[in-house]
């Protein structure tokens, strides 16, 4: 698993370990994506989601099964993973534009409206994106999660922005 | 003057705090004792939301577990004395304490305990190279201490050798402290830890050099850290001449595993397994916790290096059959709570990466079970305690 060799998922290795939602639900609005793919004895996702749209079950090591029908995409369960493995996006926000939501747990955090640059799972710059929320409420317990608007085509490699200091 | 406790617990992270509260619950009087400043054992220092179940408290940041725990301890009426070390045992169950007293002064105490349960946790392995001695070069586990709990960067550079769940999360961490990590270096061809802690830190841009190890610290004028040599390493993990680079940094931070603290158990005669998956040298002990001499009980990192979600649930069962074994308990109260931790424990060691340290558990009960079968009383053997061997 090139995962366990380098650190990082490849878009292929995701969709062959997680059941991702269809490109039909993509379009439908904002939905997660469980980026969650070793049988790690974890389940918090599953308690989060206010629908019972996560699935993780016993033995607790099962991976999450995400009922893309159910979920909504409020995104709950980005700030409760303690893998910071789950992210929520949206296909259907303009002809040429996405959104992507990430947990983000470093100062400074960005300002809505600014643009920032994005990266992918390597940590790669890959873009720019504009900062649409950052929703950083009690119930998330210093999670942060950032929403960007990305261009349509990065939109399954963008998963965080560079890190800035303080 | 001897003081008199049912129970002794030595080690307030979470197996000592978790075994001093299932105790006390039962009635006992419990004294727990930890050489740190605040209870809670490493849990403070654990500012990342942790795994598990609901019933491990997962999601929650480890220093809330922590809290959780202290205020449990707290009022479940057990006594804590704190930069209290147990500096030796002694047989017929005499705890030795050194305690610093409020003026700054330091007291020796002896304590009795008619069950002793000896948490001590674990101590990090260190890895020797040319330079290892520079300061700028630490444990993981230091470089978290200064970062979450003193709130003082270890340096700005940082190369960390290791990538288990320690050198992947403190990693993390480190950047959420403000510093870079500048690359992450490990013998293995694999990443050890959980491959989402490494996703974090990847997203993060830090470069991870698998079939790598660090050959050398070099040093500035001064002395101090100012660049790790690196090269790749063979099957074998030496390293290939010729492969060797520079990373500038001004910290090096180590993450190659942890050993048990046994000094204790040692003193104590107790049996000892030798468990590589588990760290090491560790006290044999049967499903009780219960070591080969009798009324001495362990658990946590002591017993085997696992997580702070085991030793929370190993601390639960050696507290509760420490209860049993004062007659604090029923026979059939005490046996349906430790069968109830005792699943607990093992769903947390489950799944691909708790099946080793499941099958080591399994393979110290079973030796236990054939080479003691039941704790005896230490036996003075020319003013020693000996236990069976």
């Known amino acids: 698993m090139a995962l366990i060799d380098t650190g990082y998922l490849t878009y292929r290795e995701l969709m062959e370990k997680q059941k991702l939602p269809t490109e039909e639900r993509f379009l439908q609005g904002p939905v997660a994506v469980v980026e969650c ?28 099964v995400l009922s893309a029908e159910k979920c909504k995409g409020c995104g709950a369960c980005v700030a409760k993973c ?62 942060p999660v950032v929403t960007v608007e990305v261009d349509l085509k990065l939109i399954n490699e963008v998963r965080s922005m560079e890190r800035r200091h303080s | 003057m001897i003081l008199e406790k049912d129970v002794v617990v030595v ?21 727990l004792v930890d050489l740190n400043l605040k209870a ?25 577990i922590g809290k959780k725990l202290v205020k449990e ?10 930069q209290s070390t147990a500096v030796g045992v002694f047989p017929g169950n005499k705890v030795s304490i050194e305690r610093i007293l409020q003026n700054g002064g330091k007291k020796l105490y002896t304590v009795h305990g008619k069950t002793i349960i000896l948490a001590t946790g674990a101590s990090e392995n260190v890895v020797r190279f040319k ?26 550079k940082i190369v960390m050798l290791g990538s288990g769940n320690v050198g992947l999360i403190v990693s993390y961490q480190l950047m959420q402290a403000g510093c870079d990590v500048v690359a ?16 974090k830190i990847r997203r993060a841009g830090v470069p991870i050099f698998t079939k790598h190890t660090i050959v050398e610290a070099l040093g500035d004028a001064e002395g101090k850290v100012s660049g790790a040599v690196i090269a790749e390493v063979d099957e074998k993990f030496q390293p290939i001449p010729g492969t060797e680079q520079t990373i500038p940094c001004d910290t090096i931070t180590l993450a190659a595993g942890l050993k048990p603290v046994v000094e204790l158990t040692r003193l104590m005669n107790c049996a000892s397994a030798f468990e590589p998956v588990l760290g090491g040298f560790i006290p044999m002990h049967n499903q009780d916790m219960e070591t080969s001499v009798q009324g001495i009980f362990v658990a946590g990192d002591a017993t085997g290096v696992e997580e702070a979600s085991v030793a929370l649930e190993e601390g639960r069962i050696a507290g509760v059959a420490a209860a049993q074994a004062l007659g604090l308990l029923s026979q059939e109260d005490a046996e349906s709570q430790k069968q109830f931790y005792w699943n607990r424990v093992n769903s947390l060691r489950s799944g691909p990466f708790g099946e080793k340290r ?20 230490e036996v003075m053997i020319g003013g020693l305690a000996s236990g069976a061997d």
């Not at chain 1, 040429?96 to 947990?103: D, E, H």
């Not at chain 2, 301890?73 to 704190?82: D, G, K, N």
């Not at chain 2, 070069?137 to 979450?148: E, I, K, L, Y």
């Not at chain 2, 393979?363 to 039941?374: A, G, K, P, R, S």
Request: proline content about 8%; charged content about 15%; aromatic content about 8%.
């Open chain 2, 11 to 31: 080690g307030a992270g979470p197996a000592g705090l978790a075994a001093a509260i299932e105790a006390a619950k039962a009635g006992a009087a419990v004294l």
């Open chain 1, 82 to 143: 303690p893998g910071m493995a789950i992210f929520v996006i949206d296909k259907s926000y303009s002809q040429t534009k996405g959104s992507v939501s990430f947990p983000y747990e470093y100062y400074p955090l960005p300002e809505v409206g600014s643009t920032v640059t994005v990266v992918n799972r390597q940590g790669e710059a890959v873009g720019n994106g504009k900062v649409l929320r950052v929703q950083n409420p009690v119930s998330f317990d210093h999670t």
């Open chain 2, 40 to 64: 809670g054992g490493q849990l403070f220092k654990q500012i990342h939301k942790f795994f598990g179940s609901r019933a491990h408290y997962s999601g929650t940041r480890g220093y809330d």
């Open chain 2, 131 to 156: 330079g290892w001695t520079r300061p700028g070069v630490m444990g993981a586990g230091a470089a978290q201490t200064m970062v979450n709990v003193d709130h003082v960067k270890p340096g700005q």
């Open chain 2, 73 to 82: 301890a707290t009022e479940s009426q057990v006594e804590i004395w704190l």
């Open chain 2, 358 to 377: 499941l099958a080591a558990k399994q393979d110290v009960l079973q030796c236990y079970q054939e080479q003691i079968h039941t704790p005896q009383p």
């Open chain 2, 184 to 199: 992450l270096v490990e013998a293995a061809p694999k990443i050890g830890g959980y491959a989402v802690h490494a996703a």
């Open chain 1, 37 to 64: 793919v070793q049988e790690i004895p974890c389940n918090p996702c599953e308690a989060a989601c206010p629908f019972g749209a996560i699935h993780v079950g016993e033995p607790i090591t099962n991976l999450p």
